[in-house]
């Protein structure tokens, strides 16, 4: 056996053990798993059959051209467990044994098709196929984390879990490795092959890292207050109401508050406190709790004790987390937590 044929036969072993062990520990070992979560797992398992399945490749005689062709067509059938992540994550409760159904029918076409007319023009439009399909999923997948983004940082001062911003690396990682399947589909190598293989586990790295503790957001509809508040003049509390009752009770101190915990404090609905904060200070609500938070109690609490450490001081100010409070510092001081703490010591 060629040595690269050893080292892609080592790669098919390591890529169906890591979607393998993952899969055993987020279906069969993780307690309390949400149904997000159980999504993954169901696609971790997937991909440990789809990575089993290509120790074919190793056999003598098999790394040819019908058989590639195959395996493309099978391969293909992954494409449906992106777009599976992509819309569980904005869109929690969209997959569905229907839905399933339906996106599985083009790919179940082409297949049936290449069975009966097993030529390369099948091949080539069966990858056209997946390339519009791949995009369609980043469009998509991308609108609809831009509104999730909004949504979150208008009604949660603590979006660490529930944050989708990371979707935009694993877009762009997803793009290239889409790429680089295509050009090793139709242009296969055991070199191409191995690289694709380090890209794939590099790539669903990525997805875990940043969604293990992810919680998915069902955005709730705000239509009959929409109607009632159009505009700023018909807020039903004065200017000035807001911001002096976020002073006397604190507020901004308590971790996980979000905006109808504050539209309550006011006796008001969400709807109204967010116009306020959009259309007149200009902020998100989370950028104004964040704001609040530093500004209150941050740097007065590092002015007056430079020896506190970071988290305690985070932890203090309202932040659940240190990586929240250095990128609200940041945002608000142009500066790191810890390049002001030592421009007061000198």
């Known amino acids: 056996m060629e040595p690269n044929m050893n080292i892609l036969t080592f790669m098919i072993g390591v890529s169906t053990a890591f979607f393998a062990i993952f899969a055993?520990?987020?279906?069969?070992?993780?307690?309390?798993?949400?149904?997000?979560?159980?999504?993954?797992?169901?696609?971790?398992?997937i991909w440990a059959v789809l990575s089993?399945?290509?120790?074919?490749?190793t056999f003598p005689g098999m790394y040819e051209e019908r058989v590639l062709d195959w395996v493309m067509m099978i391969d293909g059938w992954s494409a449906m467990t992106y777009a599976a992540f992509v819309f569980e994550t904005v869109?929690?409760?969209?997959?569905t044994g229907r839905k399933l159904v339906l996106m599985s029918l083009p790919f179940a076409v082409f297949t049936l098709l290449y069975m009966w007319i097993p030529e390369q023009w099948v091949v080539y439009g069966y990858a056209l196929f997946l390339w519009c399909?791949?995009?369609?999923i980043v469009g998509v997948g991308y609108v609809k984390m831009k509104r999730h983004l909004n949504y979150v940082r208008e009604n949660f001062s603590n979006i660490d879990d529930i944050d989708v911003s990371w979707l935009k690396p694993v877009f762009t990682f997803a793009v290239v490795s889409q790429l680089v399947w295509l050009f090793t589909s139709l242009f296969a190598t055991v070199a191409t092959d191995i690289i694709y293989y380090v890209l794939v586990i590099l790539l669903?790295?990525?997805?875990?890292?940043?969604?293990?503790?992810?919680?998915?957001?069902?955005?709730?509809?705000?239509?009959?207050?929409?109607?009632?508040?159009n505009n700023?003049?018909?807020?039903?509390?004065?200017?000035?109401?807001?911001e002096r009752l976020m002073e006397e009770q604190q507020l901004y101190l308590k971790k996980d508050l979000t905006l109808s915990d504050l539209a309550e404090a006011l006796g008001t609905?969400?709807?109204?406190?967010?116009k306020y904060l959009s259309q007149v200070l200009n902020q998100t609500f989370y950028d104004y709790v964040n704001q609040l938070r530093i500004e209150r109690v941050s740097?007065?609490?590092?002015?007056?004790h430079p020896e506190y450490k970071l988290d305690f001081v985070a932890c203090e100010s309202g932040f659940a987390s240190i990586s929240t409070f250095r990128r609200a510092f940041i945002k608000l001081t142009g500066q790191t937590p810890s390049q002001f703490g030592n421009a007061l010591v000198l």
């Open 24 to 45: 055993l520990h987020i279906l069969c070992w993780r307690e309390n798993r949400t149904r997000f979560q159980t999504v993954l797992g169901c696609i971790m398992a």
């Open 52 to 57: 089993m399945k290509d120790i074919v490749f």
């Open 91 to 95: 869109m929690p409760g969209w997959v």
């Open 133 to 136: 399909f791949a995009w369609t």
């Open 204 to 229: 669903w790295l990525m997805v875990l890292k940043y969604s293990w503790n992810f919680r998915p957001i069902v955005i709730e509809s705000n239509n009959e207050s929409e109607r009632s508040a």
């Open 232 to 242: 700023k003049n018909e807020l039903p509390f004065a200017e000035g109401v807001l």
């Open 269 to 274: 609905n969400r709807t109204y406190v967010s």
């Open 299 to 304: 740097i007065p609490m590092m002015r007056e």
